[in-house]
């Protein structure tokens, strides 16, 4: 299982989560830390998710949580899993761009960041 920690900051900023490195088919982990005075609504929408070589819409993502409320001062997680290995060209590592996207739900503004996310399909 791959996991990459995401944190937001007092400010209500998140930095850029590590690069998430993974293989086809496994569970991928995204660990949200609400550190802000207020609640927040996280979520990751597959379906945002672009190919970084040519900027398409490419969602490598099987299925899992697509969003999380987090308490201010809690840890919650946003589970998913990546596709078989047929949808990925062997031995070649595919990049992507995942949006995260969080606001309080009280009708303030939706904050954006596009972190990396990295399949390495094994060999035939």
């Known amino acids: 299982m791959s996991?990459?920690?995401?944190?937001?900051?007092?400010?209500?900023?998140i930095d850029?989560?590590?690069?998430l490195a993974?293989?086809?088919?496994?569970a991928i982990t995204f660990v949200v830390e609400n550190?802000?005075?207020?609640?927040?609504?996280?979520?990751?929408?597959?379906?945002?998710?672009?190919?970084?070589?040519?900027?398409r819409k490419k969602n490598p993502l099987?299925?899992?949580?697509?969003?999380?409320?987090?308490?201010?001062?809690r840890i919650e997680t946003i589970q998913q899993q990546v596709k078989d290995?047929?949808?990925?060209?062997?031995?070649v590592v595919t990049r992507f761009k995942y949006t995260i996207e969080w606001d309080d739900g009280k009708g303030g503004q939706?904050?954006?960041?596009?972190?990396d996310l990295e399949v390495t399909a094994p060999p035939n």
Do not use: L, M, Y
């Not at 993974?22 to 496994?26: E, L, Q, S």
């Not at 802000?36 to 929408?45: C, G, L, S, T």
């Not at 290995?85 to 031995?91: D, N, Q, S």
């Not at 939706?110 to 972190?115: A, G, L, S, V, W």
């Open 62 to 73: 099987a299925h899992g949580k697509k969003s999380v409320r987090v308490a201010a001062g």
């Open 35 to 55: 550190r802000h005075r207020d609640d927040q609504n996280v979520w990751i929408d597959p379906d945002r998710i672009v190919h970084k070589h040519d900027g």
């Open 110 to 115: 939706t904050r954006e960041k596009d972190p």
């Open 22 to 26: 993974c293989a086809p088919g496994d």
């Open 3 to 13: 996991q990459t920690r995401v944190v937001i900051k007092p400010d209500n900023t």
């Open 85 to 91: 290995k047929g949808e990925f060209e062997p031995g």
């Open 16 to 19: 850029d989560p590590a690069p």
